[in-house]
Structure formats: structure tokens, C-alpha cells
T-cell receptor
Framework: AQKVTQAQTEISVVEKEDVTLDCVYE???????LFWYKQPPSGELVFLIR??????QNEISGRYSWNFQKSTSSFNFTITASQVVDSAVYFC?????????????FGQGTILTVHP | EAQVTQNPRYLITVTGKKLTVTCSQN?????MSWYRQDPGLGLRQIYY???????DKGDVPEGYKVSRKEKRNFPLILESPSPNQTSLYFC???????????FGPGTRLTVL
């Protein structure tokens, strides 16, 4: 069975602070994919990143960075110098092979509020 | 523009009145899926389709039906809606199952 845990239900920061969103996953598959999606107040789901299980390189995209560590089954997301527009719900998700082919298992989501 | 569309975006209905939520994608994707989003539970998969005429149950299929007669369309059918199906529904598609899934704008359904 697959499972994704986002232990932080809500995070509140002041603009320009750095913030890290935690994601811990469980799967028995050796091939799997990890994702982060953003859901702004308007409600749509915006794709941020996809990482496969064989690529443990960290990735940086502008103010966003992701830290993938297989040893701790974690895929954490850091926003540097947060902005009000970063306020949203962030979901971590896992897709594995076998009978779960294609199914995204989502965490419960972390509500991020960035105050001016 | 590459996109996944859903209709309607908002729907209020009553218990037992059959309804269909349409989903269409213009990216020639093989894989399509339906999810529901509920507070505190994240998103859960209802049904998915790996290709035309190939569908299977996700985690919460009870009370729902789907069909995939054409590659671009994947409608979600509620034969006899109940209040516990009040939720935010998302359709998604990807080139193949393991690829990134792109989501439609969502349909907010209220069953009274």
C-alpha cells in the first residue's frame, strides 16, 4: 500500500521568510514517482515538480527547491523568501507501479499562509 | 491551448437525481482519472482509465460510474447521488499512467 504523510496541517509565515513543507512517503515499489502540486485559493491544481525514484538530485527552480532523500523516504519542498502569492494548499503525491499504476496517492495537504 | 475541461463547474442537486460531470482533454492523453477532494483527506482516486474502453476502480468507486468511449472524454456518472457525495471533483489526464497528471478546474458538487 502507498501512503503519503504531510504532518504540517497549517503553516503561517511572514513575507520573505523561508519555509519548508515536509512530505514523507511509504511504498514497497522500487520504481515510483513523487510530485508536488499547488492549489491556490482559486481552487485549481497546479503541477510543480515530478521526481522519479532513481533520481535523488535536489532541484532548484527560482525560489523553489526540493530535497529528495530515499534513506528517510522524504521529499521536502522549500520556498525561499516567501511571498504573499505563495499562499496556497500544497499537496505531495506518490505514484507507484504494479496494481497502483497511474494512481496518485495524495497527502492531506499543507495550508501555507504568507502574511505581508 | 492544452487543457483539461470539466462541466459543470458548480452543481447543486437533490438526492437521487442522476447527474453526469463531463471531462475532456485535448492532449491525446491515454490515461484519465477522477478524484474527489474532501477537507482533511486530500484527494482520493475514484476511477481511472488507461485507454479507450479500459477503466478500473480507484480507492472510492462506490456510487460512481464512468465510461471511456472516446480517447478525449471521460464522464463521471452519479446514478443516484447522496449527500455524502458532496465534494470537489477533479478530472486529470496524462500521456501514460506514470507521467505527470494535469488537472481540470474542478467541479463543486452539492447534494441536498
Amino acid at each position: 500500500a502507498q501512503k503519503v504523510t504531510q504532518a504540517q496541517t497549517e503553516i503561517s509565515v511572514v513575507e520573505k521568510e523561508d519555509v519548508t513543507l515536509d512530505c514523507v512517503y511509504e511504498t514497497r515499489d522500487t520504481t515510483y514517482y513523487l510530485f508536488w502540486y499547488k492549489q491556490p485559493p482559486s481552487g485549481e491544481l497546479v503541477f510543480l515538480i515530478r521526481r522519479n525514484s532513481f533520481d535523488e538530485q535536489n532541484e532548484i527552480s527560482g525560489r523553489y527547491s526540493w530535497n529528495f532523500q530515499k534513506s528517510t523516504s522524504s521529499f521536502n519542498f522549500t520556498i525561499t523568501a516567501s511571498q504573499v502569492v505563495d499562499s496556497a494548499v500544497y499537496f505531495c503525491a506518490l505514484s507507484a507501479g504494479g496494481t497502483s499504476y497511474g494512481k496518485l496517492t495524495f497527502g492531506q495537504g499543507t495550508i501555507l499562509t504568507v502574511h505581508p | 491551448e492544452a487543457q483539461v475541461t470539466q462541466n459543470p463547474r458548480y452543481l447543486i442537486t437533490v438526492t437521487g437525481k442522476k447527474l453526469t460531470v463531463t471531462c475532456s482533454q485535448n492532449m491525446n492523453h491515454e490515461y484519465m482519472s477522477w478524484y474527489r477532494q474532501d477537507p482533511g483527506l486530500g484527494l482520493r482516486q475514484i476511477y481511472y482509465s488507461m485507454n479507450v474502453e479500459v477503466t478500473d476502480k480507484g480507492d472510492v468507486p462506490e456510487g460512481y460510474k464512468v465510461s471511456r468511449k472516446e480517447k478525449r472524454n471521460f464522464p463521471l456518472i452519479l446514478e443516484s447521488p447522496s449527500p455524502n457525495q458532496t465534494s470537489l471533483y477533479f478530472c486529470a489526464s496524462s500521456l501514460r499512467g506514470e507521467d505527470t497528471q494535469y488537472f481540470g478546474p474542478g467541479t463543486r458538487l452539492t447534494v441536498l
